[in-house]
């Protein structure tokens, strides 16, 4: 859920392999430096640009202590920021295994960038637990796909790796036909719905119904954004962005 909009691409592709575990071997990135790979807790205290500039970015499929990796990123984030509780953490870790363990990739994406050993952000499409429609009434759109896990680290915020991340699971899911692409997140992450709405999704739908935060009494509330294709490609956003 957690994106940045910074319209900056500084970051290069090293290597990309979004069809699932690796073979065995080496992995595609050098092992840890710590002269090129300064590790997450020194990276905290770096500006973006001073980020973007260590080493270039990896992008690649599942790898081991990626989903580990995935999990803290968001129970630290949206802990830090957002008041959101242990029941979110786990959550995300129970969805995020199951996902692992049932993803067809002829039809799901697992996809994360990585600076040596450090994840700087992920994204997931799902196509097969949220089964073919999406939501009820889509079954005339065809198979569909969601959004899900998407987050990249403070430290990387404004380097352009969300936009990547994004970009590459939009073109799997185009590949692949999905004529309805979709997602859930909640109001106040600004610079993620910039970017979503960039790249044509639009607010269809918004709730007061408060899931994530340890309260749970309406501090934010959820939003479901949709992005609609035909056989001509993605369609624009019906209406302008609003905030």
């Not at 630290?76 to 959550?91: I, K, L």
Request: proline share 9%; net charge negative; no cysteine.
């Amino acid at each position: 859920m957690a994106g940045e909009g910074a319209d900056r691409d500084p970051l290069r592709l090293e290597a990309f392999r979004p069809d699932g575990p690796h073979p065995p071997g080496p992995l595609p990135w050098p092992v840890a430096d710590p002269a090129r790979d300064p590790g997450p807790a020194v990276l905290a205290g770096l500006t973006p640009s001073v980020v973007a500039g260590l080493t270039p970015a990896v992008f690649a499929g599942l790898t081991p202590g990626a989903i580990g990796e995935v999990v803290r990123l968001h129970g630290t984030y949206y802990s830090a920021h957002w008041g959101f509780g242990p029941n979110f953490e786990a959550d995300v870790a129970t969805g995020l295994g199951r996902f692992m363990r049932e993803m067809d990739p002829e039809r799901d994406l697992f996809l994360a960038a990585w600076r040596g050993s450090t994840l700087l952000g992920s994204v997931t499409l799902d196509a097969t637990i949220t089964g073919p429609q999406g939501a009820a009434g889509d079954a005339a759109l065809g198979p569909s796909a969601r959004v899900r896990w998407f987050i990249v680290a403070e430290a990387a915020h404004g380097t352009g790796v969300g936009r990547l991340l994004l970009r590459r699971a939009l073109e799997f899911a185009d590949a692949r036909h999905y004529r309805l692409v979709w997602l859930t997140t909640f109001a106040g992450l600004d610079a993620a719905r910039d970017l979503y709405e960039r790249h044509g999704f639009s607010l269809v739908a918004e709730t007061g119904e408060d899931t994530w935060t340890a309260s749970g009494q309406g501090s934010v509330g959820q939003q479901r954004f949709e992005r609609r294709s035909d056989d001509a490609g993605p369609r624009a956003p019906d209406r302008p962005p609003s905030r």
